[in-house]
């Protein structure tokens, strides 16, 4: 007699009962064995969940991504103060990871409001500029005559 839990006992009726014979992928060989990446199986949930891989960096890392793409984040952004807004919020989290570093030193500063906030100028301004010689190029558009002019008009 060998002592069985009560996992081994469930399992074990559960296959004489024959509840594992139809499952779907039987007798095909399991993903990813040949995969030498000891990480397949993160590299496989963030695609499934949609995650960026960029969540699994060192917090200094993200930092300094962001503060290189912050150009083309605060590029869309509807008014001023909305991307001063976003500087400040990067800025405070910088300014929260040189109090308390975690993960590799790495030399960080601070984004400049003033810079970032005339390069979103100047951006806004020639996509302004970009969008009026594009309507200056349109054909106008034909003039709608109204219902009671219609009617009147002779034949």
Same mark, same amino acid.
């Given at each position: 007699?060998? &002592?069985?839990?009560?996992?081994?006992?469930?399992? /074990?009726?559960?296959?004489?009962?024959?509840?594992?014979?139809?499952? %779907?992928? #039987?007798?095909?060989?399991?993903?990813?064995?040949?995969?030498?990446?000891?990480?397949?199986?993160?590299?496989? &949930?963030?695609?499934?969940?949609?995650?960026?891989?960029?969540?699994?960096?060192?917090?200094?890392?993200?930092?300094? #991504?962001?503060?290189?793409?912050? %150009?083309?984040?605060?590029?869309?952004?509807?008014?001023?103060?909305?991307?001063?807004? !976003?500087?400040?919020?990067?800025?405070?989290?910088?300014?929260? &990871? !040189?109090?308390?570093?975690?993960?590799? /030193? !790495?030399?960080?500063?601070?984004?400049?409001?003033?810079?970032?906030?005339?390069?979103?100028?100047?951006?806004?301004?020639?996509?302004?500029?970009?969008?009026? /010689?594009?309507?200056?190029?349109?054909?106008?558009?034909?003039?709608?005559? /109204?219902?009671?002019?219609?009617?009147?008009?002779?034949?």
């Amino acid at each position: 007699m060998r &002592y069985e839990s009560a996992v081994e006992k469930a399992i /074990r009726e559960a296959v004489e009962r024959g509840e594992f014979d139809d499952l %779907p992928g #039987k007798g095909r060989p399991l993903p990813n064995l040949t995969d030498a990446d000891e990480n397949w199986w993160i590299r496989g &949930y963030l695609r499934r969940e949609g995650v960026p891989s960029d969540a699994l960096l060192p917090t200094p890392v993200q930092l300094r #991504k962001e503060v290189e793409r912050l %150009p083309e984040t605060v590029r869309d952004l509807p008014t001023e103060q909305a991307v001063r807004d !976003l500087v400040a919020d990067l800025n405070a989290r910088i300014v929260a &990871y !040189l109090r308390a570093p975690d993960g590799p /030193r !790495l030399p960080l500063r601070r984004a400049d409001p003033e810079d970032v906030v005339e390069t979103w100028r100047v951006h806004r301004e020639a996509r302004t500029e970009a969008l009026r /010689r594009a309507r200056a190029q349109e054909p106008p558009a034909p003039s709608r005559r /109204r219902w009671w002019r219609r009617r009147a008009a002779p034949n």
